[in-house]
């Protein structure tokens, strides 16, 4: 099945355009959103073992030699390693896409992020290899993030384009669904290894499975993202959209104020987001209130909730716009920050209120928070910007969230993670209404 062309040679634009893959399937938006929906799972799977393994494994593992709160500040300023190399990676992929093309950067990106991933998994811990083992996971994390920036494929974005106009906040939804789904599953898996096994056998080998998973994960990952963006129909697509990698010189040159605007205005979000999934497990095994088996069962609950409330984000976001339910949920989120240190800081009950409210929040707020500003790109710009403000918003919002939290918590009190999540938002709605008042001068 061809692609009908105008007279000129150009791909007509419908607004809700009928796509073919390779073997002369129709593809519809919907398509291409399950197809942005396997990548996000994927990556969060592995974020999310990742963040649990940090609390519960590493300290014990690779830094046995420092007191339970210490050792987890370290893994967790390791966690954040991934998020300051994700952006570098972007750069260097992109280059790799604009001289040899999106599959070779793709395969080449998620190789990457396998071989970090199982690396990790096979790592020995301090006991075997002293110093060398700490140097060397903080060397698989720095590879997972590096990894990360190159495995943009262009999906979200070329979603966005494809959506109808009037359903633009529901496509937008539908790739963030890949963190509670990712969140879920890795909780589990890691809640049951925890429960079933002994302590030693957990610290052991136990805590090694999820990662072996999620390396199997990528593999298939692999391979379901390339059948659908190496077609000769999606590459005339992304073509056709003008989604090729721009020089990120020439980007932030001429359009670094959209960059810096869309990562700040998702910034309460993204902090949000660490604030009830990676940190509250770090408070509940340093400071017990209840058991981890029960944590981890709330989580998937509050997932749940998340999920939920991505879905009812684009119901809304549909009928007033995106940026506006991302103001609205912006300042529900700072009215949130105001009860962190009586809930968490309090009894089980109030730890679960915590958890359920946040995640809801959370949900909501994620849903449309990534990329809420990437139509402000001039085409040429659009597929490196939204790769950069992604991979920034990300950095500055919930790359340093857990270490920072953890840290201000242990020596100061909750009410300085309070703080830190109000001053999220004030960013947010700031950058908000800066771009509001732009685009209407």
Not at 406 to 430: D, W
Request: net charge positive; aromatic share 14%; proline share 5%.
């Amino acid at each position: 099945m061809n692609i009908s062309r105008t007279m000129d040679g150009s791909v007509p634009d419908r607004g809700f355009p009928e796509m073919v893959d390779g073997r002369g399937d129709a593809l519809s938006p919907d398509e291409i959103a399950i197809g942005v929906l396997i990548g996000r799972i994927s990556e969060y799977f592995d974020y999310f073992v990742y963040g649990f393994a940090s609390v519960l494994v590493f300290p014990s593992v690779f830094f046995p030699f420092e007191r339970p709160l210490e050792g987890t500040l370290w893994s967790f300023t390791v966690f954040s390693f991934a998020f300051i190399a994700r952006p570098i990676g972007s750069l260097v992929f992109l280059e790799m896409q604009r001289r040899h093309g999106r599959g070779a950067k793709l395969v080449t990106a998620l190789v990457l992020l396998g071989a970090s991933t199982a690396g990790i998994a096979f790592l020995p811990g301090y006991v075997v290899l002293g110093h060398w083992s700490y140097v060397l996971l903080a060397a698989f994390r720095t590879g997972q993030g590096f990894a990360l920036g190159g495995a943009w494929d262009g999906l979200p974005s070329l979603l966005a384009l494809s959506a109808p106009p009037k359903h633009r906040g529901w496509y937008a939804m539908t790739g963030q669904l890949g963190a509670p789904i990712g969140f879920i599953v890795a909780c589990g898996l890691f809640a049951f290894l925890h429960h079933s096994l002994r302590p030693a056998d957990f610290l052991d080998w136990g805590w090694r499975y999820p990662f072996f998973v999620a390396f199997a994960v990528n593999v298939v990952t692999l391979f379901a993202r390339l059948r659908l963006v190496m077609t000769g129909e999606f590459q005339a697509l992304f073509a056709e959209r003008e989604l090729h990698p721009e020089k990120a010189g020439v980007l932030l040159r001429e359009q670094g104020y959209v960059v810096i605007l869309g990562a700040f205005g998702a910034l309460a979000s993204y902090a949000l987001f660490h604030l009830v999934t990676v940190f509250p497990l770090s408070w509940i095994v340093l400071y017990p209130r209840q058991s981890i088996s029960r944590f981890f069962l709330v989580e998937m609950l509050g997932a749940v909730l998340g999920a939920a409330g991505m879905i009812l984000s684009g119901a809304i976001a549909d009928r007033i716009g995106r940026r506006n339910t991302l103001a609205v949920l912006t300042l529900f989120i700072a009215l949130f920050s105001g009860f962190v240190p009586r809930l968490l800081g309090g009894e089980s009950l109030g730890q679960d209120v915590f958890l359920l409210v946040g995640f809801s929040l959370l949900g909501m707020s994620y849903g449309q928070a990534a990329g809420s500003m990437n139509d402000w790109f001039a085409p040429r710009f659009r597929y490196t910007g939204a790769a950069l403000t992604s991979d920034l918003a990300w950095l500055i919002g919930a790359g340093f969230a857990p270490v920072v939290a953890l840290g201000l918590s242990a020596h100061f009190g909750l009410g300085y993670v309070s703080l830190y999540l109000l001053s999220g938002a004030v960013c947010t709605l700031a950058a908000l209404a800066i771009g509001h008042r732009m685009r209407r001068g």
